[in-house]
């Protein structure tokens, strides 16, 4: 198995955008498909988006139309383009491999990166 570190958190005011990366050390990165989640302290994990090996992608009712989720397999990088921001998209997020249903992911994650939505 590879690494995941995830970037590009930080601090957005309601209505911003920001876009994390997740670089990953995974030889074989172009053949999975990859997920996005994230969680708020003292709640379960949340699923957030997906995007599949051949470039579909899947989105979280609460994320639909605000996220996009994009890759460069060249790179082995994981992206989550954030917009619309609100306040509960506060949460660390993480990138991991998809599971075999759309909204299953497989562990281990990175280590997360923090987005706060605050004004």
């Known amino acids: 198995a590879g690494q995941l570190e995830e970037s590009g958190g930080g601090l957005v005011q309601p209505g911003g955008s920001l876009t994390i990366s997740c670089r990953t050390s995974?030889?074989?990165?172009?053949?999975?498909?990859w997920s996005w989640v994230r969680q708020v302290p003292g709640k379960e994990l949340e699923w957030v988006a997906r995007i599949n090996n051949e470039f579909s992608t899947f989105y979280a009712d609460s994320v639909e139309g605000r996220f996009t989720v994009f890759r460069d397999n060249a790179k082995r990088m994981l992206y989550l383009h954030l917009t619309g921001l609100k306040t509960e998209d506060s949460a660390m997020y993480y990138c991991a491999r998809s599971g075999l249903g759309t909204t299953d992911w497989r562990e281990p994650r990175g280590q997360g990166t923090q987005v706060t939505v605050s004004s």
């Open positions: 995974v030889s074989t990165f172009s053949n999975y498909a």
